[in-house]
């Protein structure tokens, strides 16, 4: 029912030169059974729109503003993005939290502002190490996805989820396949609460995913794909996971 989704998330990595050749790798490796994604830096989206426009790879950003246009130096609007041709933006990434203090509200504005211009919001959220040693993984989870629900009403329908642990992020440390599928439930049944067309959403998974562990969690009964980081850079990786 719901088909696989597998975005890369490059972060802040890649050239021009770089892009050109992993792109080029990626597209002779294609096609996939899931769709796949790639979030590339905002620089990168002109070449990534040149060399993927007509094949099964769609791009995306990882992050864009709040706001609609305006006096907010070194911000990227959701509709530059999707003027580039974008089809998804990662939004609320672990790494915008801590490092760019976003809340869960401004995470929630910025996957408001993606819908409104026909993007597709990959809504992450995620527990640190500290809040699942106390036990606070369900309340953490559900607390940031509430505030996404709260502002978008039933066009969450429209947005994909990301659990990413912030633990297992970069680490090499993953979530064990029945630690995912549990906050995967959860967060199903906080969507089901919220639109009737929870089921058909894609909830990822992300958090050190490779080419040996994607399987066992793709085959999870809530896990529809991953966000994966550091695999992403490799295409072999990368199209070993997308075929997993
Ligand atoms: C990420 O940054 O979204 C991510 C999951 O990274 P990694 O796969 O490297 O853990």
Known sequence: MRKTLVVGNWKMNGTRAFAAGLLSELKAL????????????????????????????????????????????????????????????????????????????????????????????????????AEREAAQTDAVVTRQLAAVIALLGERIQDVVVAYEPVWAIGTG???????????????????????????????????????DNAAELFAQADIDGGLIGGAALKAADFDAICRA
């Open 30 to 129: 294609s096609p996939w059974a899931a769709d796949v994604a790639v979030c590339v830096p905002h620089p990168l989206l002109a070449d990534a729109a040149q060399q993927l426009q007509g094949t099964v790879l769609a791009w995306g950003g990882q992050d864009c503003s709040v706001h609609a246009a305006g006096a907010y130096t070194g911000e990227v609007s959701a509709a530059m993005l999707a003027d580039w041709g974008c089809r998804y933006v990662i939004v609320g990434h672990s790494e915008r939290r801590a490092y760019h203090a976003e809340s869960d509200e401004t995470v929630a504005r910025k996957a408001q502002a993606a819908l409104a211009q026909g993007l597709t919001p990959i809504v992450c959220v995620g527990e640190t190490l």
């Open 173 to 211: 440390l993953t979530a064990t396949p029945a630690q995912a599928q549990a906050v995967h439930a959860l967060l199903r049944a906080q969507l089901a609460a919220a639109t009737p067309a929870a089921a058909s959403m894609r909830l990822l998974y992300g958090g050190s995913v490779k080419p």
